[in-house]
């Protein structure tokens, strides 16, 4: 799970609702996480809220700056996101930023500021106090590939519906989220 540094004293909590870019109806999470985590640990937090592997690359898009893993030879050119906490950000409530993930798929995420709680309010742990739908699978070809691969899962008729099973599994269900193992995992988010 996610690494934070650890804070010295309690500072805000930030309540964020990421959702999709072109997906209608919307997948969305929202996250209560403490001011002090990173955007690398933002990215963990994401990875593992959407059952996704980290197996690409992503960036954060901020302030006009971009945050991801350095890549060793300089060409992205992105920030360490590592170094980089939520505090550190120009966020107040109504801004947003944009995680992109995937950059053959290119899923976009939009990431809100839907409150900042001061210490004093700060719960016991993050949390996902709300969420719709379940993610995409990972390397399903991005938003269009991922609407493709829904119409060939609902239509038992579709030329491509039992390779849809077949990748997805049955248990696979696009309008299912449940935020209790997510919550379990993020007790330990402090």
């Known amino acids: 799970m996610a690494k934070t540094s650890r804070r010295a004293e309690p500072g805000p909590y930030y309540r964020l609702k990421l959702t999709f870019a072109g997906i209608k109806p919307p997948i969305w999470r929202r996250l209560l996480l403490p001011g002090h985590t990173t955007l690398r640990g933002l990215h963990e937090i994401i990875q593992f809220v959407g059952g996704w592997y980290d197996d690409h690359l992503h960036v954060f898009i901020a302030g006009g700056l ?17 170094r980089v906490k ?26 809100k500021v839907e409150q900042i709680l001061p210490a004093e309010q700060a719960p016991e742990h993050a949390s996902c106090p709300g969420g719709a739908r379940a993610f995409p699978p990972e390397d399903c070809g991005g938003v269009f590939g991922y609407l493709d691969l829904l119409d060939a899962l609902a239509d038992s008729e579709h030329p491509e519906h039992e ?16 935020p209790e193992p997510v919550n379990t995992a993020l007790t330990k988010v402090r």
């Open 86 to 111: 939520l505090t550190d950000l120009p966020l107040e409530i109504g801004s947003a930023f944009s995680y992109v993930y995937d950059f053959g798929d290119d899923w976009n995420i939009k990431i």
């Open 66 to 82: 971009e945050y991801g893993q350095p890549d060793p030879y300089g060409s992205l050119g992105f920030k360490n996101d590592t």
């Open 163 to 178: 390779n849809a099973l077949e990748w997805l599994g049955e248990d696979y269900d696009p309008e299912a989220f449940d």
